[in-house]
């Protein structure tokens, strides 16, 4: 039996678990108030806060470092790479330290991971990064040579839903064509073609649709008046893209629940804005559609919206519904991906890849 360690940071929660083979054991999702975190500026700052969670919730388990086999983190913001498990290595870490491919809490993942293993004589792994990179050359011409289109998005509940949905059609992930959509706080929109996400918006960089918290693509020329007129900074235009956009903008929450309390009250602005959000969705949906040549085995929702039955999986029923049949994976499932992807390196069914030699192939 292989006893491993799940980390996932999120930007306001650390999520952990304890794996034992395919069963988990454990499980904890510790939620950090905008207060708590306020004081660190950079990413990198809380790794202690990060770790003391980490320690405290071993501790009240009566489990030490020691017990574990491996220790999975989730990939933040590397360089783009192939999907897989990856072993941590000191390139990756620098590079994540140093934020040199940007912040994003996943970042943490890595580098605590590594930290502990380098202690503790512990294997430490990454899988499926927000950074996997499939994407068809085609995909990545944005429309001027100043601009690269980029593969950023749920990486890691896009592949483990997307080789669930297979299943349940009764056919390996490399067989199908399947449109994943994940709703969480971001929203990526993936065309996986015979198990490669061929196509997919950019959830970290206003491409795709509006989110609970990000503005998804906004009208390109009023955007660049808007960051000449001189009365905003460049952090505060990044932050209504990211963090302050979509149905925070709209309505003053990111969270999905309330919004449809609101609707249920008559607000038909809500009912407008959320709508909005469910249009814009269906039109990407449309797009990977069209990358795959209209060849699509399903469509699979997944990731928190994914719940909300009454409103966004309705409404994307009746927008979508025409292309292939729907699948819903409310929520999502990042822990055990991860520790999945782990188990399958222990249990010697894969290799580990090696990050610092992809880089090398790339260069
Ligand atoms: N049961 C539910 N019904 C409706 N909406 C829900 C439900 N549970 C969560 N949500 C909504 O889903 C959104 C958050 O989804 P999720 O938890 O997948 O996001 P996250 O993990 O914070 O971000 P991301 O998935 O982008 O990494 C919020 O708007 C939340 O209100
Ligand atoms: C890029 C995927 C993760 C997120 O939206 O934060």
């Not at 360089?79 to 809490?105: C, W």
């Not at 609101?262 to 959000?277: D, P, T, V």
């Not at 409103?311 to 049949?325: D, R």
């Amino acid at each position: 039996m292989y006893r491993i360690l799940v980390i996932n940071p999120g930007s306001t929660s650390t999520k952990l678990a304890i794996f034992e083979d395919e069963t988990q054991v454990a499980s904890k999702t510790l939620r950090h108030t905008a207060e708590e975190l306020a004081p660190f500026k950079k990413l990198i700052e809380q790794y202690e806060f990060r770790v003391n969670v980490i320690e405290n919730f071993l501790k009240s388990l009566g489990f030490k470092y020691e017990d574990f086999d491996a220790i999975v983190g989730r990939g933040g913001l590397v360089r783009p790479i192939p999907s897989g498990t990856y072993k941590v290595d000191e390139l990756m870490v620098n590079e994540l330290k140093e934020g040199k491919y940007g912040e994003h809490a996943s970042n943490l993942g890595a580098v605590i991971a590594y930290e502990i293993s380098k202690k503790h004589g512990i294997p430490a792994f990454i899988v499926d990064p927000v950074v996997v990179d499939e994407m068809d050359e085609i995909a990545k011409v944005s429309g001027h040579p100043l601009f690269k289109r980029k593969s950023i998005f749920h990486a890691l509940n896009q592949k483990a839903v997307a080789r669930k949905a297979a299943s349940d059609l009764g056919k390996n992930y490399e067989d199908v064509n399947l449109i994943v959509v994940h709703m969480g706080g971001g929203i990526s929109i993936g065309a996986h073609k015979r198990g490669k996400v061929v196509d997919v918006n950019n959830a970290l960089d206003g491409d795709g649709p509006f989110t609970p918290e990000r503005s998804g693509t906004l009208p390109l020329t009023q955007l660049v008046d808007l960051c000449y007129s001189g009365d905003y900074t460049l952090d505060f235009i990044k932050k209504r893209i990211k963090g302050k956009g979509g149905l925070v903008a709209y309505l003053g929450t990111n969270d999905a629940m309330k919004v449809q309390q609101m609707i249920s009250e008559g607000n038909k602005k809500a009912e407008l804005i959320y709508r909005a959000m469910a249009y814009q969705i269906a039109k990407w949906i449309g797009k990977m559609a069209a990358a795959l040549r209209g060849e699509v085995d399903a469509i699979v929702l997944t990731g928190g919206l994914a719940y909300d039955k009454e409103y966004i999986v309705k409404w994307l029923k009746e927008y979508v519904g025409f292309i292939a049949q729907i699948l819903v994976y409310p929520g999502g499932d990042e822990e055990k991906a991860l520790a999945m992807g782990a188990l399958r390196v222990l249990n010697g069914v894969e290799k580990p890849k090696d990050y610092s030699e992809e880089v090398q192939k790339s260069v």
